[in-house]
């Protein structure tokens, strides 16, 4: 079996251990377990997911069907703010016209799509559509991305050369050879490429190199030839070569066109016109014409090299690439751990003049690394930065994910967390509340809470997984709830367990966290883990009705849009708690029994 064939079947695998094929059938299918690959190996480069992540992707996100448009899936990359389209094509027949034609059909579906135009559509496609629209934040600058891969080889090259893609509109092809090497690369974690060779445009002599010295690295600035970058890309895209590389690169249709107007028109001018790329290797060697690389990875470039890689064609004239070459003073002395840093110090330093998240400046503050080492106690790798390597068998989580959980769960914002990750980073208010205010690292009982918090989110995505598959539980908007309003019941829970605790008596103190109190709260037993699963069926029933009665005065608001808002929130909580204090006054030996399940937030 080869990489794809394994990747799918390791999917299946998972739904089986957990579903039974009789109540998700179309899931099943192995063309759609295809797509999901292709999805959670490019998109999300994620070969430790969950299978409770299955049901939700394909509730929000598929759209294969009649009148798809040439559409599989689609889903919105907030990190990169891409707007993408999935085509995939389970055959070994595919060939470069008919991808032509597929790729074709998407791009008029997106531009009709863009208008808002669903004539010729199907409901699903819209419905969806908007949907993912809702998620986009009103400063986000979207581009469209399409990615198309298939089970047959073919020349993407050809394809690329015909299709005609209009401006904000990126492409990305992968026959099955790339597929299979992108999925393997996905398996095998952040790497490497362990020995390489450049060419250079000139011989330079062993006695005139031109290198820079600290105390601590040592480096050169060469000219490379563009057919030595293409070998490079070509050999090494999937072994490596981009793995640290502080951005993912993203297709930029207008300068990316720039950047091939000069490879195929004016060669000559590439050098004065592009900053080329940066390389930072454990050790080098300038030999005459070449520069030999070892242990290596471009941190700056990734487009440069990728454009070069997919648009020079050999036997054309070569032209020079500025790059430059970077290594620790004495390798030798490093430790894995060190090395690994200095590779990522080199490509956030390299990258630093780049539009960045406001995360990424807080990746090297004492708090976040500080509350990384705690969490590592607990075997939870806690991502606060690119090229960073999680230790094996360890859980991750990124930091705007874990930042979006307690700004829910403890300030009680799950609208803004959702909808404005990066604020949680850039206002010194609600970064100071999250990371710096609560103190984690002076306190075991604090590193116990966040530890739970991150147990408890797992949790309420498996229930989620299970009533998506199952239909237990299920309200008339329980996909769209699940799919877009996780924060909302991470929230609820956290107006619980304050509520519970004897922490606050009512919204208004809950809502006012200035004392917090942190502990211990979740119990890993089957029986508590039913009491929480009624929790979060009654909490997803209440913002159902709320949702509706919202929707029945303003059809066009949808479930994204609705929880989007504190507002919306707030008026949820109120609800919840006045339920719940009810239960607490009185109760019947049925109402008890409920208020009982609540009790599962206690702390220990």
């Known amino acids: 079996m080869d990489n794809t064939d394994l990747a799918i079947q390791k999917m299946s695998d998972k739904l089986t251990e957990s579903v039974k094929e009789s109540k998700i059938p179309t899931l099943f299918r192995k063309e759609n377990l295809f797509t999901l690959v292709v999805y959670n190996y490019i998109v999300e480069e994620n070969s430790n997911y969950k299978w409770s992540d299955l049901p939700k992707q394909f509730d929000n996100f598929f759209v294969n069907g009649s009148n798809d448009g040439g559409i599989d899936m689609i889903y919105y990359d907030e990190s990169s703010t891409t707007f993408g389209f999935i085509q995939t094509k389970l055959s070994k027949n595919v060939t470069v016209n008919s991808t032509i034609a597929e790729i074709d059909k998407t791009v008029r579906t997106i531009e009709q799509l863009k208008t808002k135009d669903f004539k010729g559509l199907s409901e699903t496609l819209r419905r969806k559509y908007l949907d993912v629209m809702d998620r986009v934040s009103d400063d986000d600058e979207i581009s469209y991305e399409i990615i198309f891969a298939a089970t047959s080889d073919f020349d993407k090259d050809k394809v690329r050369n015909k299709v005609k893609l209009p401006v904000g509109i990126g492409l990305s092809i992968y026959p099955k050879t790339e597929l299979d090497n992108k999925i393997r690369a996905v398996e095998e974690g952040i790497q490497r490429v362990a020995d390489g060779k450049i060419e250079l445009i000139n011989k330079i002599p062993k006695n005139n190199v031109n290198e820079y010295q600290s105390k601590t690295m040592i480096g050169v600035s060469v000219s490379a030839k563009a057919s030595s970058i293409k070998d490079l890309y070509d050999h090494d895209k999937d072994n490596g070569l981009f793995d640290l590389n502080v951005r993912k690169f993203v297709t930029k249709r207008a300068i990316d066109n720039g950047i091939v107007g000069t490879i195929h028109k004016h060669p000559s001018e590439f050098w004065f016109l592009n900053n080329g790329l940066t390389i930072a290797t454990s050790t080098y060697e300038v030999d005459g014409d070449n520069i030999k690389l070892h242990d290596f990875s471009v941190v700056n470039g990734a487009q440069t090299t990728t454009l070069i890689g997919e648009n020079f064609k050999l036997g054309s004239e070569d032209f020079p690439v500025p790059v430059k070459v970077i290594a620790p003073l004495n390798p030798d002395t490093l430790s894995d751990i060190d090395k690994d840093q200095f590779f990522s110090d080199i490509s956030e330093a390299t990258n630093s003049q780049k539009p960045i998240k406001p995360q990424d400046l807080k990746a090297n503050t004492r708090e976040l690394r500080m509350l990384q080492k705690g969490l590592g106690q607990f075997g939870i790798f806690l991502k606060i930065k690119q090229g960073t390597r999680a230790p094996k068998g360890s859980d991750t989580i990124k930091i705007d994910d874990l930042a979006k959980l307690i700004y829910s769960f403890v300030n009680q914002l799950p609208g803004s967390a959702r909808s404005s990750v990066r604020s949680l980073f850039e206002s010194?208010?609600?970064?100071?509340?999250?990371?710096?205010?609560?103190?984690?690292?002076?306190?075991?009982?604090?590193?116990?809470?966040?530890?739970?918090?991150?147990?408890?989110?797992?949790?309420?995505?498996?229930?989620?997984?299970?009533?998506?598959?199952?239909?237990?539980?299920?309200?008339?908007?329980?996909?769209?709830?699940?799919?877009?309003?996780?924060?909302?019941?991470?929230?609820?829970?956290?107006?619980?367990?304050?509520?519970?605790?004897?922490?606050?008596?009512?919204?208004?103190?809950?809502?006012?966290?200035?004392?917090?109190?942190?502990?211990?709260?979740?119990?890993?037993?089957?029986?508590?883990?039913?009491?929480?699963?009624?929790?979060?069926?009654?909490?997803?029933?209440?913002?159902?009705?709320?949702?509706?009665?919202?929707?029945?005065?303003?059809?066009?608001?949808?479930?994204?849009?609705?929880?989007?808002?504190?507002?919306?929130?707030?008026?949820?909580?109120?609800?919840?708690?006045?339920?719940?204090?009810?239960?607490?006054?009185?109760?019947?030996?049925?109402?008890?029994?409920?208020y009982e399940n609540y009790e599962v937030l206690k702390r220990k």
Do not use: C, W
């Not at 769209?480 to 919204?507: F, T």
């Not at 699963?533 to 159902?544: F, G, P, R, T």
């Open 428 to 594: 010194k208010e609600k970064y100071d509340s999250i990371f710096l205010r609560p103190g984690y690292d002076q306190s075991q009982e604090r590193l116990y809470f966040v530890r739970d918090l991150i147990s408890l989110s797992d949790k309420v995505s498996q229930v989620q997984g299970e009533v998506l598959s199952t239909g237990d539980g299920a309200v008339g908007n329980t996909a769209a709830i699940y799919g877009n309003g996780k924060l909302a019941i991470i929230a609820l829970l956290g107006a619980i367990y304050q509520y519970i605790n004897g922490d606050a008596k009512n919204v208004e103190e809950i809502n006012n966290n200035d004392d917090y109190h942190y502990g211990k709260f979740v119990d890993d037993t089957e029986e508590a883990d039913n009491s929480l699963k009624a929790i979060i069926i009654e909490a997803v029933s209440l913002i159902n009705a709320k949702y509706e009665a919202a929707n029945a005065l303003n059809p066009d608001v949808t479930v994204t849009n609705y929880l989007k808002k504190d507002k919306s929130y707030q008026s949820i909580v109120q609800t919840f708690i006045s339920n719940l204090s009810a239960l607490k006054v009185s109760p019947t030996p049925m109402q008890k029994a409920l």
